[in-house]
């Protein structure tokens, strides 16, 4: 008779909600909802979580979408982070619906082994990925204190065990100048447009000059309203990545030089805006990671090798904070796009596809096996539960 351990135990639970998991995954893919406004997919990603008895705390950190689900009154407390914002005008493009329903299906799956494991499973929704910088709010609202380590897992068109990314600012920059008429005042007028221009001019000579990995990129929010005015308001935003914070700094300070050049050319005043907090670049856990490449050999995915790992771009992330912080992972689990890249249209539609599906539940399988083992090899659940009395304490 084969030996029932935690491992096969949590496998054949997730497998067993392989309906409700890929059910939730659709329900919140047809209903895509933007940054904070995520409440009928806040609500959808609580309610399997909440008839297995999980304790939820609604509003979590004070975001009206964020919530932690909780189960288990182990010493190891092991957050498992739920995304399910969706993207303007091209809706799950980045495949959150697939994070959601994995999330849930790990956080479902341990709760079976909780007890026999010392371990208390939070689920916790995290809204505002895209943009809002969510996980960095409850990090500073206290949500992950009592966290120990933190797992989640990405879809793209490749699996990756130890994905990396890039650190991000994002920061919305505005220029006042004085309205004129265009054709019988125009030397009256200050044009706010024309500091737009300079600016973008700068930031394209800036590119040559750039540092390895470091990145740029922006759009015109406001231009001015009509042809015969000389607009005295025009704004831009734009986001800033690196492959670390040091490097981020850097291009901040000379961002910031080119967006003074078009007021200084033009005669505007301007102000400068961070849009949302900062994200950290990821720092995944190296036994955690090799834990999950692992589990995706086990199910018959191919990894892409280690040593190619950080090689590959991931954009950016804000669990790259939650992973500065404690040990975590943020593995990349690959559906069939048919070439597609995330934030595509095509990837939205793939991300409800077969091999989508599949990602949900062996996704929630490797989350939940993975989980397990941290719990039951004593070195590495000594190892943070240290560092989080490290934290706690510093």
Known sequence: MPTVTASSVVEDAVRRRRGDLVELSHAIHAEPE??????RSCAKTQALVAERGFDITARAGGLDTAFRADYGSGDL?????AEYDALPGIGHA?????????AVGAALALAEVAEGLGLTVALIGTPAEEVGGGKALLLRAGVF???AAAVMLHPGPVDIAAARSLALSEVAVSYTGREAHAAVAPHMGVNAADAVTVAQVAIGLLRQHLEPGQQVHGIVTDGGQATNVIPAHAGMTYTMRAPHAAALRALE???ADCFAAGALATGCSHTVTETSPPYDELAP???LAEVFRTEMVRMGRAPVPAEVEATIPLGSTDMGNVTQVMP???PVVGIDSGGAA??????????VSPSADRAVVEGAVMLARTVVRLAETPAERDRVLQRREARRTS
């Open 77 to 81: 407390v092991v957050g498992i982070c």
């Open 253 to 255: 300070r000379r961002m």
């Open 342 to 351: 995330i934030h595509q249209p095509e990837f939205a539609a793939a991300a």
């Open 34 to 39: 933007l940054a904070f406004a995520e409440h």
């Open 328 to 330: 975590g992972i943020h």
């Open 145 to 147: 204190d009592d966290v």
């Open 94 to 102: 980045c495949g959150h619906n697939i994070i959601a329903a994995s």
């Open 285 to 287: 856990d190296p036994w």
